[in-house]
T-cell receptor, first 110, second 113 residues
């Protein structure tokens, strides 16, 4: 699977947009980019995923660069409940073996 | 539809004891995996399976065994527990189709004393 690189931590003011970057410069053509988050020690929660086009759902937006080497997860109006560790992964096409990095710890500040 | 179910949720073991963490999914997913997460760390892959009868090692397989006799179940066995295996364990499952999501269980907290 493509190696992903994320900043270890970020802060965001409550009510503002949180923009979480992810670098996946070795991504292959059929590898999707997925975002998950983990609040405290709960099971990771799926947020969004995409292949080439930008995606939006009720939780977030995903912006993927044209060359697919990086992406940004956008939480449009961050709340305190969005404080969590956010993982960006790009599993291989058959993605039997899915590994996670250490993610970005997002702290939403009142 | 229960999703991914892990049992037990909490367990304390003595060093040298063995135990099995259970994982079951009712979504007919081909792929299942076990991860461990130590305090302040990310998820590390222990073992995974791409179907009944097929398993393979992940990043940190030592000290653990798995088997996959049915599509639904993927138990993780600790052969001789060590304090270094104190961790939170997550089971995950998904279909084999591209673009589908991974579903996680709620976790099993294991303490080895």
């Amino acid at each position: 699977d493509a190696k992903t690189t994320q900043p270890p931590s970020m802060d965001c003011a409550e009510g503002r947009a949180a923009n979480l970057p992810c670098n996946h410069s070795t991504i292959s053509g059929n590898e999707y980019v997925y975002w998950y988050r983990q609040i405290h020690s709960q099971g990771p929660q799926y947020i969004i995923h995409g292949l080439k086009n930008n995606e939006t759902n009720e939780m977030a937006s995903l912006i993927i660069t044209e060359d697919r080497k990086s992406s940004t997860l956008i939480l449009p109006h961050a709340t305190l409940r969005d404080t969590a560790v956010y993982y960006c992964i790009a599993p291989p096409g058959g993605y039997q073996k899915v590994t996670f990095g250490t993610g970005t710890k997002l702290q939403v500040i009142p | 539809n229960a999703g991914v179910t892990q049992t037990p949720k909490f367990q304390v073991l003595k060093t040298g004891q063995s135990m099995t963490l259970q994982c079951a999914q009712d979504m007919n997913h081909e792929y299942m995996s076990w991860y461990r997460q130590d305090p302040g760390m990310g998820l590390r892959l222990i073992h995974y399976s791409v179907g009944a009868g097929i398993t393979d090692q992940g990043e940190v397989p030592n000290g653990y065994n798995v088997s996959r006799s049915t599509t639904e179940d993927f138990p993780l066995r600790l052969l001789s527990a060590a304090p270094s295996q104190t961790s939170v364990y997550f089971c995950a499952s998904r279909t084999g189709q591209l673009g589908n999501t991974i579903y996680f269980g709620e976790g099993s907290w294991l303490t080895v004393v």
